[in-house]
């Protein structure tokens, strides 16, 4: 095997060496409600504890194994009031984080490479992007992810050109020039300054930010010259580089908030902030968002005895069967929480039964019944939401009524049930609460405790890289989760488990992304940290060779 010369890593050691050193309440059974208690419909008991902090996809299958691809709120370096809204892929094995661009379309978040004279009389290479790779500790995107793109036109640069990457524009023949559009409204997130580069041979090209970084217009042409992020090498058939982002401060409070930032915004999920205090984010619906903006709070607790409300049929209702309407998501004001119990946009019903007129849904958080026989029934289920119901707020009324709303789990549960000679149980206000009569219903911005901190742990993880550019690239990944003063060791010697073949290098980087340890040749050719953590959240270990060179080995940890 070949090796650098000792004193050129001397010197790399050295250079390492100047880098800091610092080192529910429980819920009721399923049996209970009558369920199986396998069913999925309890999912929401277990989403519940997801919204404790989670920092990667990975802490959200931790959390529930059971969770599948989809949306969920994670929170930057586990920082509760750094929210945004990641879609986590392929739950089922190894969880990867995507970015969501709510900004698509054919000049949107596309990358293109320009066909000239020099392309074999080939097409424009134009890939539009609607989700990016991203590395949910550094905030670095990965370009050459295309999981979730799509390209157009076909050209030839030595191979065939059918893909770009992203946040690139390419040319190469001086004519018209390749051009890209990045496009981050609607996230969180800004691209860091300052990191955009013209390449090739004689280059030219330009990087334009708007938007307070969020919208970057890009251009480049040359002999052959594109334009991209530092380390973008001919960037297209899934070549990468990495485009690093920041967290960008935004607390809307509406749904019209999102909007008239960014008028394109699709019905969809976001994350707003109660009266737009960064302390307070819940994921919001945002509905008919081309038209008059509305926001429905999401309902992770469903199924037939979740989130219904039940009119129960007796003598007096004609022969009629109960009338049950299922909720999965309710109307909620932004400002004062007040849910409007009338609107039936996300819900199913069941049943028939005659009260004067036909009797075809319910309202929510209600329970009824006209002939004092089998009551009327309801749930309220706010688990897996920052919300809770407030207090004191549910009465019985009609003609001899009676009835009870029994509060649970930290006010996050309300079972209802109702009866008289016409009697209901709901909140003040509701008359008669079916077919779409309305009342207000009061919630409380309650979020769940924080995680508790972590505890001492080992463990390991293989890799076998080459090209690692000294463990900067082409490296294997792994999430630690250190709380601040805890001792972090790991390397491929020195460690119980440990070993490697090659010349190791490894490396850690904190929660905010920065470079704070790393090391070369502790044992031989062999690689061994020790850190002590300043901060808590998700710190990354990056397990890479030196130089250009190849190697394989079993990185082993211990928390303490």
């Known amino acids: 095997m070949m090796h650098a010369p000792r004193w050129k890593k001397l010197m790399f050691a050295a250079s390492l060496a100047v880098l800091p050193a610092c080192g529910m309440e ?23 504890a997801l919204t404790t902090g989670p920092a990667s996809c990975q802490d959200i299958k931790t959390a529930n194994p059971a969770a599948a691809d989809g949306s969920y709120v994670l929170f930057h370096s586990g920082d509760r009031s750094k929210p945004w809204t990641a879609w986590c892929r392929n739950m089922a094995s190894t969880p990867a ?67 770009m990457s992203y946040a690139a524009a390419m040319n190469c023949d001086f004519g018209n020039p390749g051009v890209g559009n990045v496009d981050l409204r609607g996230t969180p997130f800004a691209a860091a300054p300052g990191q955009f580069v013209v390449v090739g041979s004689y280059p030219s090209g330009a990087a334009t930010y708007s938007s307070d970084n969020q919208v970057v217009d ?8 594109w334009m991209s992020v530092q380390g973008a090498d001919h960037p297209f058939n899934g070549r990468s580089a990495q485009f690093q982002l920041q967290y960008r401060p935004s607390t809307p409070a509406s749904c019209q908030e999102l909007k008239t930032a960014l008028p394109s915004a699709t019905d969809g999920e976001y994350v707003l902030y109660v009266n737009g205090d960064a302390s307070k984010p819940w994921t919001a619906w945002c509905h008919n968002m081309a038209g008059t903006p509305a926001e429905y709070l999401s309902l992770p607790s469903t199924g037939p005895s979740l989130n219904f ?47 004067g007129d036909a009797v075809t849904s319910m309202s929510y958080a209600a329970a009824m019944n006209c002939d004092f026989g089998n009551p009327g029934v309801g749930n309220v289920d706010l688990r897996g939401t920052p919300f809770a119901a407030a207090p004191g707020q549910f009465v019985v009324v009609g003609s001899y009524p009676s009835g009870a709303a029994t509060y649970s789990s930290n006010n996050q549960v309300v079972d209802l049930w109702g009866r008289g000679d016409c009697g209901w149980m709901s909140v003040q206000g509701a008359d008669h609460p079916f077919n779409g009569r309305s009342a207000q219903f009061q919630l409380q911005y309650a979020p769940p405790p924080a995680s508790p901190p972590a505890q001492p742990t080992s463990g390991s993880f293989n890799y076998s890289a080459s090209n690692t550019n000294s463990a900067t690239q082409n490296t294997t990944p792994y999430d630690v989760t250190l709380t601040a003063g805890q001792t972090l060791s790991f390397g491929t010697c020195s460690v119980a488990g440990a070993s490697g073949s090659g010349d190791t290098l490894l490396r850690l980087y904190a929660p905010d992304g920065s470079h704070v340890a790393g090391n070369d040749d502790a044992c031989g050719y062999l690689s061994f940290v020790g850190f002590t953590a300043t901060q808590t959240g998700t710190y990354r270990i990056q397990a890479g060779c030196y130089s250009s060179g190849s190697c394989n080995g079993t990185v082993a940890f211990t928390i303490q």
């Open 26 to 48: 429980e819920a009721n059974s399923p049996e209970a409600k009558g369920l199986d208690p396998l069913a999925p419909t309890e999912l929401g008991e277990a989403r519940a």
């Open 97 to 163: 984080e995507y970015l969501s661009l709510p900004s698509t379309g054919p000049s949107l978040n596309f990358s293109q490479y320009t066909a000239g004279v020099n392309n074999g009389g080939g097409t424009n290479v134009r890939t539009l992007f609607t989700k990016v790779r991203i590395d949910p500790a550094t905030l670095r995107v990965s370009t050459g992810d295309l999981a979730f793109s799509t390209s157009s036109g076909l050209l030839w640069h030595g191979d065939a050109v059918t893909s």
């Open 218 to 225: 890009l251009w480049g042409r040359g002999d052959c010259g």
């Open 309 to 355: 409300s039940q009119y129960t049929a007796g003598v007096n209702n004609g022969g009629g069967t109960n009338v049950r309407t299922l909720f999965s998501k309710v109307r909620i004001d932004p400002s004062t929480l007040r849910v409007s119990t009338g609107d039936l946009a996300f819900s199913t019903s069941s049943g028939l039964l005659w009260h």
